[in-house]
């Protein structure tokens, strides 16, 4: 939550898998754990955060899904965020970040 | 440089003006409050609703502009006058075939009904311009929409012909693509952000009028021409606190920029400082030399500070917009890593820390020039320096910098190998793509900076192996011998190397291994350069910078080498892993896109009153349309239920055609299931799964891994869900998807290795395996053995000739999982190196630029003198990499050609085989066009096993693959110069390329025909699926051209080295023996080596070098006879001179002293005894005057004899007979002989020679004289002279004439026969020795020999021999 409301990707990739999938507005890619790193800190500076809620955490199998709504300041409309952490061995491990234009 | 010098005054003050600015932004930013960007944000509104409307006024005057002008074409009037119904007039299809229209542009032109006539671009439906009343009337803007994938912006112009409209034009802008998926090759396109990029606000554009005009003030309407809105665009209204923010992060660009210069500023200062201190600097100074260190400490600092500054400050990426051409460059999507916090963090920034690196490594090298010893190596270790310290702390304290120094360049090498790995594993880029000649930018960019690094590191190390020889000799002891010195640095060298490559990985072992050697590379170069003249700026030649280049090229692919060794490693972990647990990317992203489409068919077509069949429809459709069904081995299965989860309806592909099946008894089950994941998941995205386990395990035993998707509509009809499954058709081995590469995301190992096999193992039998053949049905018992253990196996197989990377890793009890790609061969590695090389030969190329500055600036270009070597290995290096390149730009070119003409012989079979197939479908003489009405495309594209589209009238009407063409990326209607090709110009088969964004593949088309021969029906063959294989042959075939070329050009340069030695040495030899020659040195001989021209050449100047030799010792001896000569007739002329007035004082005296004793004895009459004793002494008188006459006579005949031989030739040559002249010589000594002591044998014949007859006769009595004086007085004289003629010779061609006599005295003893022709030499006591040096000189000088052969005790020989003349023959 703190990553997306001050827009510090640190809260976000600690800890991290060693390759993450991102997907922002359609350009998805597979990243290494560095890499993913930065592409979502610049993202955050280019759409820098205005606001951010949490609509809902939800676990399935080993897995913890984390989907939120993100206001930022490079439009009106928000986007919707869904991040999926894995379980490692003492905590949740980011596995997968998607942000989407796409309304419930 | 003074400190106060004006200069300096004026670099203070720059540096003062940029500080100050600096400190004043960041208080502007600091004390920046709200209140004083209040109303900004209206200014800025302002300020783009004015750009963006001046855009799109732009925008639309230009496709106007373009429509208009089009509009009164002549071809397209002519055409469209000249139209029949039905017809496309051909004029207007050729003419549109050849316009160039940019790839978001199109144009169109319309009969005026209005029916497409003719096309070149994109397709886009028909938009609302035609339904109004204007049409035709005027000139029209609209918008056009394929769904929600594409919008346009389109200008109608309505063509006139004598005032009525008889078609109209269209030209159609892209302004919006959203394609389903993005990746390298497809890319969403929006207008808004193309517009936005450059504004201070952020816009959306909406293409369509707004419902609501909610704020007036952020909203801008795009009009057509006639004020009705079109388009909307919203102006995101900033937040007082973004406004703040925005406004301070203006502010911080430019204090970014002010602090980036001063920075900057300060580093240039430091560096001019350090450069003259460097200038100043001598080798033998170590005060000059410690300044020099000292400035150059603070560069290092500086270019540190400096780079972290520009990372702190976001330098330079804050100042890139997103539409800049650099922003790529700073896009971290591509590459980004943590090391160095941010060193890397992006291309742009791996580039700058390069570039600074280089500079770093550029500046240490030139202090390390300085610290190179100013004496030989044997006379530093004798004369090394000593400093006014203690020894002991000066011991120490060198003795550690040096071990520090030579850490810190091991360490550098080990963090600039691990950068390099990195660059790899932090990088979506695929650097090792075979597709072209060159890499892409990005990709070269890379290289360059990793290049760049990895110099200035080789720079640096080479600068420290100097410092750190000097410091080590500066302060050696100098009781300690050097050998132990030598010893230290090998065994601490040696164990660092031990140590670092056994700490790691035999497999991670190339890394440490390429830094050891690039580390005593550099101490190697160290050793070479010791003795450089002029600082090294002579190396920076094309002889010595190409071969570096190769070598830095050799040592940076090694080092990438071990970071894609270790992401192909990785990611086969990952895909095996993903396969283990059923997710196969492919399939997963596949089923995405089914459920999708299920969802955006029934939403739009579904109502609450819809019918079964009208459901069976669309649900089959749907279902067809997808990427996977029809043409996979896959079986997909489609239920819809309702709101309560109640399946309604089935549908499945058991065969080739979807139907509605039976509902089963699992489908509630599953979708209860796949409900609860839906709604944690946040119910957004479609959920898409393999099948739970614990499902499967209920279901069937044995049963495949099946994928299930699900989502929910929202349609107003009764079905709520829609749910998808699919499994292999094929329950133990799987041919793999043929999603196309062009579909998935980036970076996922499928999109990587389209070769990769993937298998599950059960009890080690093969279950399921995806992708080529993994190879054995049964995993191999050592293989089972040793995947027992925890840790996963890599291994290297081989089958079938080809070597693969093996891994195996046991993903539960029973199962394993193997992943299986092919390893990289050898010419796959050349051709990668050669891509790397061509990135560093720029580099090389600016190195040498720089160098041939430095040198000319330092007046040593244009080169005094160039070595012949040099030219030699210019020339080869010219002509081979002239060559390679001619042969690699034609060899592309061949390649290509030869794939295309391959590509297309496939298709064309293809395409033949398909025709066929429908011909045996046809009935007796039907048309196989009509054939195809009633023929299941879909079900003969699956037989085919290809992808099959059809096109009627130049529009498409089946697919195989309708989702494409839903999705805006296949174009629904045939090319323009296709439609061209087949429909006008009645071929019957072609080509064209296509491409869904920046995916290019081709496609063929088969005219169909009717009984006229006219084109009625076109099938066409893409080769979107096999687009990656043919792609990867074609790149292997170029990577063995390039390969091979990469050898050409090292076997050139080593040849062109080896030849110019080979040249260039015997010419070197020679020359050091033409100076040798000059010097008088004539001993020396050069070796003959080789068998050509320069071996003649070597051979010729050693014949040379003994015909000078000889002449030399000619020269000396005439010399010495010319100074004999002189001498004699000095001698000769002082004796004679008293000796006649001596002779005749005597006989004077004589003749005096016998007048008076005549006198005295005619007087006295008597002897008396006192005459007695006038008596005695006149006898004794008159035999001591006659001794006296007598050897003044001799001395006047030896002073004769020496003016004899002193005087200058007089001789005069006349042919004369040598028997002649001979027979007067015998006649003249029987004379003085004994009788019979001189017997003669004359040659029958003449024997003329050119001479001087009483020179030849003097010799020949000369001989005689000499053979009668040689004969004892008890031995019975017998002298024997003959002549004859000698046969022609070489150097005699006419022949010789020759003379010889005979004694039999006593000989010549050994130690006498080298001084025989001597002039002052003689046996005899009373000889003048003249004799025979007289003879000697006068036959030489006829270009005669005289020769002996003598016996000691027997007798001599004398030979002469004079060359017969002409007259004679």
Redesign the interface.
Known sequence: MQAFEEGMPEALFTPAA??I?V?L????????Q??A???M??YF??H?P?SFSV??T????ASL?V?GTYHH?????PV?V?VRFDEGSTTWVLHEV?I?T??? | MPIFSSRSLLYWIVAGILGSSAIVLVGMQERLTSSEVAGRDTEQIAEVRTAVSTQYQALRTDLITRAEMLARDSTIIQSLDALRPGDRPRRLVDHLAQLNVHPRRAVEVYAPTPRLLGWTGFSMPLDQAPDQEAFLQDTQVAVARRGDVQTALVAWAPVRLDGRAIGAVRVMQQVYV??P???RFI??YRLSAEWGAPLPL?I?ITWEPPRTLADSATTLLLNDLHGAPLAHV?V?R??PE?LL?MERERIGNVQGAAVGLLLVWLLGGLAYRFYHAWRRACRSDLRSLATATGWMFGVAVGIVMLRYSAIGL?LPARWMH?GSAAAPLF???H?????GRGLM??IGDLLITGCLGALLGGGLFMLGLRYRLPVPWRDAWTHRYTLPLSRRWVVLGTTIASIVLVTLGLGSSLAVAHVVE?AV????LNFFARTGLLPNLLVFTVFSSLALLLAGLFASLVALWWIATRLVLLAWPAAYPPTILGLITLGSGGLAAVLLIIGFHPADAVAPTVSILLFLGAGGVAFVGRTWPHNGRSQLTIQRLLPAAIILATALYALLYVGMDAQRR?RMA?AAQSFAEGRNPRLLFALQQIVEGVRTDLDRWQTPSITADSLDAIATDALRGSLLTSLSPYESRLVLLDSLGTPQAQYATPGVRPRRVQQMPEDERIFRRMQT?Y???????PVVTPL?DDIRRDLRSGSAVEYVGLQRLRGPGPLHWAMVRIEPRAGIVGSGSDIPRVFL????YSDLYADLSLAVFTDGILRRSQGPDVGVGRLPDDVRSRTTQAAPVWTRTTDRGATYLTYYARSSDNRVVVARLPTIMPFDHLYYLFRITVAVLVLATLAYLVGALMRYRAGLLPAPRVRFRDKVLNAFLGVGVAAALAVGVLGVHVVEAEGDRGVESQLADALARIEEALALQARSGERIFRVVDRTDMNALAVRMGTDLDVYEDGLLTETSRPRLVRDGLVEPRLPMEVYQALHLENRRFTTARRSIGSFTYRVGYRALTDAEGRTRVVVAVPTLSEQEQLEEEQARTLAYLFGALLMLVVVVMGTASLVASAIAQPIAQLREGLEAVGEGRFARILPVTTRDEIGELVQTFNEMRAQLAQQRRKLAQQERELAWREMARQVAHEIKNPLTPMKLSIQHLKRAFQRRGEATANASGSTSPQDADDSQFAELFTRITDTLIDQINTLTRIANEFSSFARLPTRVLEPLDVNEVSREAVQLMREEAPSNAITANWHEAPLVVEADREELRRVCINLLKNALQAIPDDRTPNIHVATMKQAPTASHPQGCAELTVRDNGTGISTDERDKIFQPNFSTKTSGTGLGLAIAHKTITELEGSITFTTTEGVGTTFRIRLPLTQHES
């Open positions: 060693d390759r999938d997907s507005l359609g350009s998805r890619s597979y990243y290494s560095s890499q790193f930065y592409v800190r610049d500076r280019h820098a205005r609509d809902r939800a676990h399935a199998d899904f989907m300041a490079q439009a009106d409309a919707y869904m998607r989407e796409a309304s419930p | 959203d394609p998926v993005q990746n890319q969403a952020p959306s919203r995101v900033p937040q973004q923010r976001d997103a896009d971290p999507a590459l980004a890593s943590g090391i963090r992006s990195h594993l932090d990088s979506t990785s990952e994941l709604t944690l998941r946040g119910g957004t995205e739970p995301p980036d970076g996922s």
